[in-house]
């Protein structure tokens, strides 16, 4: 198998039950400290969160055949008021500036969680997924933010390595967090 067999869409609502399959066996919860290392997701959305968000902005999915190998969830500010973490880390970035311009009330949308499947990683597939989240959603918005646990080392390599840099660092939940961003503008 090659990362050329890999295929990039904005998500249907048939494909949530996969992707909240595939967040559920990489929540950090669930793994065990060898698995860690690999890399993990730490926010649980129920079904019901994702269809909310799904319905402001679809997430971004990597399919190899029919088998869902990874997603980007797209959170639209509209979101705002559907989960705390979330609720969290738009009042962090409200408080952030960018380029001398504050953040609150800029064009931007924000990564809620991405994940790859295991058998999937280092083949390029969070590459592809953000390249697709741009294609898609990059003529709409200025900017691109998520955070990422400084613990997840590789995911916050394969975020520099996307275009993202950090902007503000935080501690929430008993961890310490990047705030990343990559510009579109």
């Known amino acids: 198998m090659n990362s050329s067999s890999i295929s990039y869409h904005l998500a249907s609502v048939s494909d949530l039950k996969d992707i909240r399959l595939l967040q559920e066996q990489n929540l950090k919860v669930n793994l065990t400290p060898i698995e860690l290392k690999e890399g993990f997701v730490t926010a649980k959305y129920t079904l019901d969160e994702l269809t909310q968000m799904h319905k402001l902005t679809p997430a971004i999915i990597a399919k190899h055949e ?84 400084l613990e997840n080392q590789p995911s916050l390599k394969a975020h520099q390595k996307a275009g993202f840099e950090i902007v503000s660092e935080l501690n929430y939940a008993g961890s310490h967090w990047a705030v990343v961003l990559w510009n579109w503008k």
């Open 66 to 149: 029919k088998l869902l190998v990874g997603y980007a969830l797209a959170v639209s500010p509209k979101f705002r008021g559907n989960h705390p973490l979330i609720d969290d880390l738009f009042t962090h970035i409200d408080k952030i500036s960018y380029g001398d311009q504050p953040l609150k009330g800029s064009n931007y949308i924000m990564v809620g969680q991405l994940c790859v499947r295991k058998n999937y990683r280092k083949m390029g597939v969070s590459s592809g997924l953000y390249q697709a989240y741009k294609m898609w959603y990059a003529s709409s918005f200025d900017y691109l933010i998520t955070e990422v646990v």
